[in-house]
């Protein structure tokens, strides 16, 4: 396995004292594997990613353990980290309008991690970059590398910070809400993009989303967040298919469908997203779930893999995946 | 852009113009007098004191016969050393603590921000009169003095705008393509920083003048017979009811500067903000 997960927690600093915000999450991601991540604001799928890159912010408490080829990422100081972020761990961010330097070119941003962990001159790795951006399918590759981000488009943009995050070829490239911030059309050949690359160099991704329909498309496996706590994990088809987790039911079917009568109203969760708590003990879903009995606010979860692969944690399903 | 903002920027231009002409001629003034002077600026000729302003002394002599005009262009030249050194002295080190304060938080930022209040808490002149009381009298002590005080300012400025910046993405970006927190701060952080540090910095420099002039007027600063603004103001206090132009011409030259100065930072400040700067 490339990247194997197991029983990661975060604890995020408040006034209020430590905060939990994400709660004894496992998986595993192998070689040149995609796999998803959804779930809604604050159901702590960017801490996830953050803990992985070693970049949370500061006074953040990390427990569980991260494996990447074979590296326990807790035990590396900040120096191997920081070896390791842009070589063959990399990271796509959720603004490509932000996530640029305004006042640096484009060519020197791709070309900084060369720099950085292949020790290339200045010149080569402008060079490289401007055959990264060419890869990246940006039109005149020689324009870009010398224009500063206010003149590019979000699209062009993000296809910039895609090569930036390529440029030394990593193993596994975590996307963070890639193209929430562009338009529909654009999404969609950035994601063929990336999947693309990832099947060319054998590039595990992993990809964060709030898009159901994003993640259906691009990812071979999924896992479903909710309130910090992995709800549903598994192959992508058997997740959306037979989706067994109330949460994961209810967010498919708050999808808008096509074809819907017009003036039909969107099917929504009833209540809101708790707060995140420390002393979380059953489920965070427990106080919107429609099927919520005792025993589900007050015993830790199970973890019942019912088909190959397909996990689910919930006290209302059965080893058969059946809900009782 | 709408009219309104035209208007503003051409209002922001018209006192950068004006500003950057002043400083032109303060710059110039200051590099005349290296090579030339209507007459030596240190030259003593009592027979000729308190002479009117006429061709051959162009702003008259003062109480010792020395020529006024003379006296001035040299004394832009300690000015203008004042308040680059100074600030100078102000920018190498608050930049720098400002900078490893605003990456390092924690303990770090906590203990450079208190300096920065200790030294705040200290009134600059009064430093700088306590500094020239321990060590003598003289340019480079005031140089001194007043390069201190500017550290904490910088310093507070850069951690503040430090903050801005490092709460947007694409210093995380950096730091995901394995920059260390320093070289996140160097790199990419001081040049978002840098407009507002140039606008500061031209406001420090005019502070600089007006503290050197003070320095000196009070005999802290430039000692005879080197020429300095604020030593012929204190020379012409005994000249006040017999012939006040001699207080009236350094008086004015350093108004002058310090608004010229201060013309230049707000066309900067104009100029440099982004809410105002024409999308390409």
């Not at chain 1, 779930?39 to 890159?53: C, F, Q």
């Not at chain 2, 061709?55 to 040299?74: C, K, N, P, Q, Y």
């Amino acid at each position: 396995m490339l990247l194997e997960v197991s029983g990661l927690a975060i604890d995020l600093p408040s006034p209020a004292g430590a905060r939990r915000v994400v709660h004894d999450v496992s998986f595993s991601l192998a070689a040149g594997e995609s796999l998803g991540v959804v779930g809604e604001s604050g159901s702590g799928k960017t801490m996830t990613a953050l803990a992985l890159m070693g970049l949370l912010p500061d006074g953040a408490v990390v427990s569980g353990a991260v494996r990447f080829e074979g590296l326990e990422l807790a035990r590396l100081g900040e120096a191997e980290m920081q070896r390791l972020r842009g070589d063959r761990l990399a990271m796509i961010f959720q603004e490509p309008m932000s996530a640029l330097n305004p006042l640096q070119r484009i060519g020197a941003q791709v070309a900084e991690p060369l720099v950085l962990h292949r020790a290339m001159a200045k010149a080569a790795a402008w060079a490289e970059a401007v055959r990264l951006l060419d890869r990246v399918r940006l039109r005149d590759p020689e324009r870009i590398a010398r224009a500063y981000p206010f003149a590019l488009s979000g699209g062009e943009r993000q296809r910039a910070m895609i090569a930036m995050a390529l440029s030394c070829g990593p193993k596994l490239i975590i996307a963070d809400e890639p193209t929430t911030a562009l338009d529909v059309t654009v999404q969609a050949k950035i994601l063929d993009l990336l999947a693309s690359l990832g099947e060319q160099s054998n590039m595990a991704t992993l990809l964060i989303s709030h898009d159901l329909a994003v993640v259906a498309r691009h990812c071979r496996s999924v896992l479903a967040m909710y309130g910090g706590t992995l709800m549903e994990s598994g192959p992508v088809d058997a997740v959306l298919r037979r989706a067994r987790h109330p949460y994961t039911r209810a967010l498919l079917e708050a999808r808008p469908r096509p074809g819907a009568p017009r003036g039909e109203r969107l099917r929504a969760i009833a209540g809101v997203a708790p707060p995140s708590a420390s002393a979380l003990v059953g489920c965070p879903f427990a106080g919107r779930c429609p099927l919520t009995l005792d025993v589900c606010r007050t015993t830790p979860l199970p973890t019942i893999e019912f088909e190959a692969e397909h996990r689910v944690r919930c006290h209302r399903v059965d080893a058969e995946g059946r809900l009782t | 852009m709408s009219a309104s903002a035209l208007e503003t920027r051409g209002r922001a231009g018209a006192s950068l113009r004006l500003g950057l002409a002043v400083v032109a001629a303060l710059l110039g003034a200051a590099a005349l007098s290296l090579v030339w002077t209507p007459y030596p600026p240190d030259a003593i000729d009592v027979p000729h004191k308190l002479l009117q302003p006429s061709f051959a002394h162009w702003l008259g002599t003062d109480g010792l016969g020395r020529d006024v005009a003379s006296e001035i262009l040299a004394g832009a030249r300690v000015s203008i050393l004042v308040g680059v050194i100074a600030v100078g002295v102000g920018l190498v080190f608050g930049v720098a603590l400002g900078l490893v304060a605003a990456a390092a938080k924690g303990l770090v930022e906590d203990a450079i921000m208190k300096l920065c209040d200790f030294t705040f808490a200290f009134p600059a002149l009064l430093s700088a009169i306590m500094l020239t009381a321990t060590y003598g009298p003289g340019v480079v002590n005031a140089i001194v003095a007043i390069g201190v005080a500017n550290v904490p300012i910088f310093a507070k400025l850069t951690r503040a705008t430090a903050n801005v910046v490092l709460a947007r993405e694409f210093t995380l970006a950096a730091r995901a393509a394995g920059r260390g927190p320093l070289g996140v701060a160097f790199d990419h952080v001081l040049p978002n920083v840098a407009p507002a540090l140039i606008v500061q910095a031209t406001i420090q420099f005019a502070v600089a003048i007006l503290a050197e002039a003070a320095l000196s007027y009070l005999g802290l600063g430039a000692q005879p017979p080197q020429a300095s603004w604020g030593r012929m103001l204190s020379d012409a206090q005994g000249w006040m009811y017999v012939a006040p132009r001699l207080a009236v011409f350094p008086g004015l030259a350093i108004a002058l500067s310090v608004l010229g100065l201060n013309m230049l930072g707000d066309g900067l400040r104009d100029a440099l903000d982004p809410r105002l700067r024409a999308r390409g």
